[in-house]
């Protein structure tokens, strides 16, 4: 994930209306820019080197062990995976909150295309960023006014593209340092990857190559620097992800198409209504299935987890709407296209940043085509099945 850059910020934040074009209002836009410097620059004045908090007599030695593993892990980044070598991650920030900010995002309620807001600097995202849970729930509301489905999560971090290395650089947090290895890991190559290539206006091609980068770069990771224990947890865990994400890919499919016949005159809009609610229980039936498995529930199944372990997925599936199935496909529609195009550039990470910056000076739907095409094809799963 990414927030606006903080360093353009400080600027548009004292800039004149007329630069502050396709915002809702001066007001407003110097308000949201000014709540985004001012929640960066509390997260940057709470961050202190890595070797300081180590030094520590007072620390935890849980944390003490995960901030060495951090080192490494960043050694490693640069190393290994080709991702930058400066000022980033080699400091740590308690932030004594559940997340660095909170997202807002939206779509229509018949399609799964995400509301956009646009800058002056950044192009248009799909989403907007808060330090405060409330800010983001009041940009929500008025969203949901406007009829469009709305959704905030909390978010464990946020890069800002290296902008901020001559200041210290985006920090370790709280937010996220507990996790397992494997998944603190890979969030850490997720945020470096948005440092190297960046494409303006474009969340799907930026978000999906950062995942990309990070279950790459977790697989060479695992294999050469974990323990087994730690390899084994993540496999368990991120078979769980992409279950969900093969259950969650399937729905976004059905509903799509269930979209596409909106504009067909036959189908009016209690029968487009009618089919989007049938879509939307047969996905939470099915993600009962699918967890009652995970927790040994089902005839014939063991237990893999606890309740506390599908608390995520359970929120996210009660809450699930247009705008956070739109979210999570930018996170992972051009993935494989991205692998594709990693195995074909030897697997070699500089053959492959240069080739992603070659996709970045294409027209935004010819990347985004290029990257489908690579992608190798699977059998359609049948809607509703």
Partial sequence: MRLLPVRPLLWLALATPFLLAGCASTTDSLGYYWQSVRGH????????????????????????????????ARAFAVAELGLPDNASYRRYADLQRPAAVWNVVAAPPYALTLHTWCFPVTGCIGYRGYFAQADAQAEADQLAAQGLEVEVYGVPAYSTLGYMNWAGGDPLLSTFIGWPEGDFVRLLFHELAHQVVYAEGDTLFNESFATAVERIGVAQWLATHSTPAAREAYATSEARRAAFRALTRATRARLAAIYEQKEAPPL?????????????????????????????????????????????????????????FAAQAAYDELVPGFEALFAQQGRDWSR???????LTRQPLQERQDALRALAPTTPKETPGA
């Fill in 41 to 72: 620059m509390q997260l940057m004045h709470a961050a202190q080197p890595i070797d300081r908090w180590i030094a520590r007599s007072d620390i935890n030695p849980a944390l003490r062990e995960r901030l060495q593993l951090a080192q490494k």
């Fill in 352 to 358: 492959f940043y240069d080739a992603v910056r070659q």
């Fill in 268 to 324: 009016d809009g209690q029968a487009l209504a009618a089919m989007k609610t049938e879509a939307m229980q047969d996905f939470r039936s099915r993600y009962d299935a699918l967890r009652a498995q995970w927790l040994g529930t089902a005839p014939g199944s063991t237990p893999q987890v606890t309740t506390a372990q599908v608390a995520g997925y359970d929120r996210w599936v009660a809450k699930a709407n247009n705008a956070s």
